[in-house]
Structure formats: C-alpha cells, structure tokens
C-alpha cells in the first residue's frame, strides 16, 4: 500500500504546485487512489466554491470518502496560513493523506508566490494527523 500512497502524494502535490505557480492560490481539492497507479482527483467547479471553506473542506471531505468504496487511501490538499511562519514563509500546502489501515497524517510545504517567477517551496514538514472526515474501515 505504501507505494500507491505515494502515487497519490505525488500527484496532488503536483497539482497544488502547478496552481501556485500559474495563478498564486487553489481551492481545497482531494483524491483517493483506488490501484497502485489509478489516482482521480476530486474538486468543485469554480462556481461552486462560494460556501465558507469550512463546509467546503467537510464536503469534499465526504465526498472522497465516500465516492468509491475501493479506494485504498483518500487525501484532502488544502492552501492554508501557518500561524508560526516556517523558512520565513506564512502560507504552505496542507496534503491530509488517510490509509485504509486508518493511518492518517499531513505533510505542510510551506511557500512564498513571486511574481513573475515560480513558487519558492521550503522544508516539508510532516505531523501525524487526525482523520478529516474520512471514515476508519
């Protein structure tokens, strides 16, 4: 399992890079893998998104909880402010990442958007985390 947990770490964490770099921000999004290799992502349609960000995350977090029952392991990617700055930096990257085994734990990447540049990433952090939504089997 943990390789396809990696699948899904990698991928997300591509995405949220991605959308740093092209327009400075993303919205809460999430995945869940269901094979070694199949990831599918999870998000709303921009229209969507006016709802606070709390009920946002606990949506999408049902959601991917919920979606396919073969999923081995879901994750939540969130644009969060560290209230203790990390490497100077105030904003991070937030992957959730809950294992079918009930594992569960969040990985913080901590950057600063420049303009007409690429995102500045600093050191990932990792804390164990407690489970966002998503159901313990």
């Keep these: 399992m ?15 890079r991605t ?13 869940y893998v269901v094979a070694p290799d199949r990831v599918v992502q ?4 921009p229209a969507l998104v006016a709802p606070p960000l709390s009920e946002c995350v606990a949506t999408l977090a049902t ?17 969060i402010h560290l209230h203790v700055p990390r490497d100077g930096m105030e904003d991070a990257i937030r992957l959730h ?4 085994d009930g594992r569960c734990f969040d990985v913080f ?13 600093g050191t990932c952090f990792v804390l164990e985390g407690t489970s966002i939504g998503f159901p313990r089997r």
């Design 109 to 121: 990447i901590p950057y600063r958007v420049r303009a007409a540049t690429p995102t500045l990433f």
């Design 19 to 31: 959308m740093l770099d092209r327009f400075g921000e993303f919205q809460p999004f999430g995945g």
């Design 63 to 79: 959601e991917v909880a919920e979606i396919d029952p073969a999923a081995i392991a879901h994750a939540l990617v969130l644009d």
């Design 42 to 45: 999870v998000g709303f349609a």
């Design 97 to 100: 990442l809950s294992e079918v």
């Design 2 to 16: 943990r390789g396809a947990c990696d699948v899904l770490r990698d991928e997300l964490l591509a995405f949220a």
